[in-house]
């Protein structure tokens, strides 16, 4: 093979310079060498009999090396025996099945790719109506509740269908027109809660038309006021008025909407400590759905604020309810929403074991909760073509994990674009 090219920083060395503590990267296509990335610290001599095996060059980065190459050798390597040459065959076999194996790999990958297309492609369509119905909510008020429901109803289809299809949503939704953004956001983490809650099918169905139709009592406030992360005592009162007049609205029309749909408008901001508003109900006189989508918009307002200055990572807003704010909630339903959710959120930044940074794309198993799926930041790379690790996977789990979770804010610019492409789009400034 020709020469690979080096980077800034790197140098070209042969295989046998190879020790433990050399900084390597192998310049083959992912699925041509057994190595779980390209780019590793050398840390045991079986990775160094491996890289020999590979007979190819490879790229030295000293700056991350703890010891530098080994000096090149000028002798004649001298003749293998039988039982060197079988140690190389037997490793060479071992590679090749390692290549199969990164092989299965790469088509989940290929697979987790093509359900999030899919899973965007119905988040375009829902986002769509629900944007229609917003502007006609006013002309066609009878039309937009309707057209509410069909886009609850074909969302909670599809979760109860694909239980991941709505998770993986989470971590990449668009958030580019307004308060649909912020709608369609709380609908689906209010759906996954109430098929967690073991809701029924209509239930579950009823949850999601409300939480679409939350905070449909904002078109009766200033949107200077909504837009206000700061609001003084006479503007937050006024504020407050979003949750009579959106009951008003709903009820106004009569049997299109059920009444524990127009409920949640009128409670969504109760609590179950009697803090909320506009009531200040208390735990069992809160019904159940206004419950439901109160944390999911306590969740989604903590993730995405007026402010983006102050937004929380989805690992720091679970924590945040948890620690500062379980007494405002209902605790059997807060638990099962952190349980949903995971204890690393989709779209929760991370650093990997070996320094490395990524995303959640999607959220670990029940039997194995510190283990999610994330997309690896690798600037080489595109992001469509991004390496995503299954953290759960026997064999990735032997050599990753998760170290902690990261803010967003600590995080560079080039990286954030990568891991977090749409988050420069604009939400709806009123998503209270």
């Not at 039309?143 to 074909?154: E, G, I, L, T």
């Not at 959106?246 to 969504?268: C, F, I, R």
């Not at 690393?344 to 039997?367: F, H, I, K, M, N």
Request: net charge neutral; with cysteine.
């Amino acid at each position: 093979m020709n020469a690979p090219a080096a980077k800034a920083g790197e140098q070209l060395i042969e295989p046998g310079q190879v020790r433990v503590g050399v900084h390597v990267r192998i310049p083959l296509s992912w699925l041509d060498h057994p190595f779980l990335t390209n780019s590793f610290l050398v840390t045991t001599e079986d990775q160094v009999r491996e890289i020999l095996a590979l007979g190819v060059p490879v790229l030295c980065e000293p700056k991350k090396s703890k010891v530098p190459p080994a000096p090149p050798s000028t002798a004649t390597p001298p003749a293998a025996d039988a039982a060197a040459e079988l140690e190389l065959t037997l490793l060479r076999q071992r590679q090749e099945a390692q290549r199969e194996a990164k092989a299965k790999r790469a088509q989940v990958m290929a697979a987790m790719r093509a359900k999030l297309d899919v899973v965007q492609k119905q988040y375009a369509s829902a986002a769509e109506a629900a944007g229609n119905a917003f502007k006609q909510m006013g002309s066609r008020p009878q039309q937009s509740v309707q057209a509410m429901r069909d886009v609850a109803s074909a969302s909670a289809g599809s979760l109860l269908a694909d239980p991941d299809s709505a998770i993986i949503l989470i971590a990449d939704k668009a958030q580019n027109r307004g308060e649909v953004a912020h709608a369609l956001s709380v609908m689906t983490l209010s759906l996954l809660l109430a098929k967690a809650l073991q809701l029924s099918e209509i239930e579950v169905k009823l949850t999601g038309m409300a939480a679409l139709l939350h905070d449909i009592g904002h078109s009766a406030v200033n949107p200077s006021i909504l837009r206000n992360p700061a609001r003084n005592k006479h503007e937050e009162a006024a504020f407050q008025t979003h949750c009579r007049s959106g009951y008003d609205q709903l009820a106004a029309l009569g049997a299109s909407v059920p009444a524990s749909v127009a409920e949640v408008a009128l409670y969504h901001h109760e609590r179950e400590d009697g803090t909320g508003f506009p009531t200040a109900r208390r735990g069992p006189q809160v019904p159940k759905l206004a419950k439901i989508v109160g944390i999911a918009n306590r969740f989604d307002n903590l993730t995405n604020p007026i402010d983006p200055r102050t937004a929380v990572s989805p690992f720091e807003a679970l924590g945040v309810m948890w620690a500062r704010e379980r007494a405002a909630f209902d605790e059997v339903v807060l638990q099962t929403f952190i349980r949903t959710m995971g204890i690393y959120p989709p779209g929760t930044l991370v650093q990997l074991s070996d320094g490395r940074t990524g995303v959640v794309v999607a959220t670990a198993p029940p039997t194995a909760r510190l283990c999610p799926q994330v997309l690896v930041y690798d600037p080489d790379t595109p992001r469509r073509e991004a390496l995503i690790l299954d953290l759960a996977d026997p064999e990735t789990a032997q050599q990753l994990k998760v170290d902690k979770a990261m803010r967003m804010q600590d995080r560079g610019e080039d990286e954030l674009d990568y891991l977090l492409p749409r988050r420069k789009m604009s939400w709806f400034k009123g998503n209270s």
